[in-house]
């Protein structure tokens, strides 16, 4: 497996050019082969939190890391240690004097993509029998599957988050700060949210946090516990 790393490296190029001058970001990509043993070592201190499963809670309050594609937790983590996306908890354990360099954040990204995902993540109220739910397709089909895919699936190559087996209450906040401009995303991502109502937004989050795993990725229960922890 090769983990590329090159939105730090396109900030900088950012940062160097001018307006006036307006030089085009050259995108340097970084790549790391990536240690597993070193990862699951390093993920220690993300268990306190996320837990040792990478599987969140229901209630929202860590999300699930199992399952994401590898660019995507790259980037959040890249994101969070350099404050781009503000987490001010989780933050500290993400600087260069507490997890090291990329090589390291590279290695516990490759471990959390060695976990299975929760089989019973966090959905929201109204099950699949519900109209509601029902509506929450159709918005979801004309306005989120173009990037985030029809089943949710995500893209790695594009680092569009997977939202199947994500914590329903953790992606209703998500969804908020980004509609509340207190998340940098895609700007058409932002407006789009924003040009929901508010019924239209709670709908198409449910019906996402209903969209079906792939067997192969889930644990076999949710009593599962990750062995490398016990
Ligand atoms: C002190 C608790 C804490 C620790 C330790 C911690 N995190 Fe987090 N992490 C959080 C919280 C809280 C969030 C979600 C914040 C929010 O709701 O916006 C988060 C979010 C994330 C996200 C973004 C996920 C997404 O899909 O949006 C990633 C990736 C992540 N953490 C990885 C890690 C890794 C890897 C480590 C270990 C190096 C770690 N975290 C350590 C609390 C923590
Ligand atoms: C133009 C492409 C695009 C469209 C359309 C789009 N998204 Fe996103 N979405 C993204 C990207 C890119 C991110 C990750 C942003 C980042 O890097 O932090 C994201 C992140 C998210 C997250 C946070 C995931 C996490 O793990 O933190 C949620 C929830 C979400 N999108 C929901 C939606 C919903 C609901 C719709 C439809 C109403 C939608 N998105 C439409 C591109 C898109």
Known sequence: ????????????????????????????????????DNGRRTFDICARCHLPEAWGNNDG?????????????????????????????MQPFVQQRTIGGYQNISDV???????????????GPWPPESAEYREGGELYEQYCASCHGAAGEGNNELSYPRLQGQHYSYMSRQARLVRNNMRRVKPSMAALLAALSAEDFDKVLNYISYLPLPQADLAPSAAWRNPDFQ
């Open 1 to 36: 497996m090769k983990i590329t790393c090159y939105s730090f490296i396109t900030a900088i190029v950012f940062s160097l050019s001018t307006a006036a001058t307006a030089v085009e970001p050259i995108r340097v990509v970084l790549e790391f082969v990536p240690d597993i």
């Open 61 to 89: 309050t860590y999300p699930q890391l199992a399952g994401q594609h590898v660019n995507v937790l790259m980037k959040q983590l890249l994101d969070i240690r350099s404050g781009r996306r503000v987490i001010p908890s």
């Open 109 to 123: 990204v490759a471990y959390i993509s060695t976990l299975p995902m929760n089989p019973a993540h966090g959905r």
